[in-house]
Every structure is written in structure tokens, then in C-alpha cells.
């Protein structure tokens, strides 16, 4: 198995994290430099990202958990939280027209880059969580969003307090068609 196989394996969303460890801005610099480096729709690269390391600012986005999400006291326990904000009306656009059945294709993008940013940030050593179960828009209020972005996940980065095991997966056969549905 190659070194990027057994990171894609490895890696688990993590809700726990060292709380006297911060992440020094190097280590960041090399996670932010995989989303630098992910592809885009014509290159677009639509994502904006908010590095949140103020208590208090983080206090306030703890308060736009879901009920009952898992991920709510991560918000305020990873010494970083990561704003994954996408631009509009860029990703899937030619000449200012949509191009695709799907239009704005900035949820794709932002998919890729936030997988980039996950794995870089496990062959680091730090671990993540995808939060997506909170209020968007009071969130993109506190953090400042402008009209024309849109704040899709919220993702606590830190160093793992403890790891977990690999959820049940799929078979190939299970996901996979031969040449039709």
C-alpha cells in the first residue's frame, strides 16, 4: 500500500484534541498549502478560509451547533477552527453564464479542498472533524462573511487526545457498475 492509500485509510474525523498543544503557524502554512494545490473548476479556486484561533470567537460559533451535534465541543476545545467559505458565481460559470447541469459547482470545489486540507493535516499529525450541522448564516454573520460568499463547514483542527477505529466500509462491488447502472 502506498503512503497516500494508508493516509486516505487512517484518517477519522476527530472531536478530541490536546488542548495545551497549539499548532504552530508552520504546521498550518503546510495544511493551507494542500488546499493551494487542489484542483479547481478552470482553476477557479473559489474557497476562502477563516483561521479562527480567538476563544471567544469560537465561543460564539459553538452557539450555532446543531442540537445534539457531536462535533459542538470541538468548536471550542481544537486550537484552531477552519471557516471553509466558498466564492459565488465563479466554479461552473463561463463568460457569467452557469455551464453545468448542477450550477454553481462551488460545493465541488470546496469538497476537494477540504479533502486536501483533512488528509494534509493527518500526515501531520492533526486530526479533523467536517462540522456541517450548524447555522450558516448566524456563523457567517460572526465571522464576517461577505455578501457573494457562503460559509459551508466549520472544520476544529488540532492534535488528536485520542484516535478511533475505521468505521464499517462498503465493498468496491457494493458502489461499483460495469459499463451501465
Given at each position: 500500500?502506498?503512503?497516500l492509500m494508508q493516509i486516505i485509510k487512517e484518517r477519522r474525523s476527530i472531536r478530541n484534541?490536546?488542548?495545551?498543544?497549539?499548532?504552530p503557524e508552520d504546521v498550518l502554512n503546510q495544511v493551507l498549502e494542500a488546499v493551494k494545490w487542489t484542483p479547481s473548476?478552470?482553476?477557479t479556486q473559489c474557497w476562502e478560509l477563516i483561521i479562527v484561533r480567538n476563544q471567544e470567537i469560537k465561543s460564539k460559533l459553538q452557539e450555532t451547533m446543531g442540537k445534539g451535534n457531536p462535533a459542538s465541543k470541538a468548536i471550542v476545545e481544537a486550537p484552531v477552527v477552519l471557516a471553509v467559505c466558498g466564492r459565488l458565481n465563479i466554479s461552473g460559470y463561463y463568460k457569467e453564464q452557469v455551464t453545468t447541469k448542477f450550477g454553481d459547482w462551488f460545493m465541488f470545489d470546496l469538497g476537494l479542498a477540504t479533502q486536501s486540507l483533512c488528509?494534509?493535516?493527518?500526515?501531520l499529525g492533526l486530526g479533523t472533524v467536517i462540522v456541517g450541522l450548524f447555522d450558516h448564516d448566524k456563523a457567517g454573520q460572526i465571522l464576517g462573511v461577505p455578501a457573494g460568499y457562503e460559509l459551508v463547514t466549520l472544520i476544529p483542527i488540532g492534535y488528536p487526545a485520542r484516535g478511533s477505529g475505521a468505521p464499517k466500509?462498503?465493498?468496491?462491488?457494493?458502489f461499483t457498475h460495469r459499463d451501465r447502472f
Open positions: 500500500m502506498g503512503e484534541f490536546l488542548q495545551e498543544k497549539d499548532i473548476w478552470a482553476n488528509l494534509a493535516a493527518h500526515d466500509r462498503k465493498e468496491i462491488s457494493e
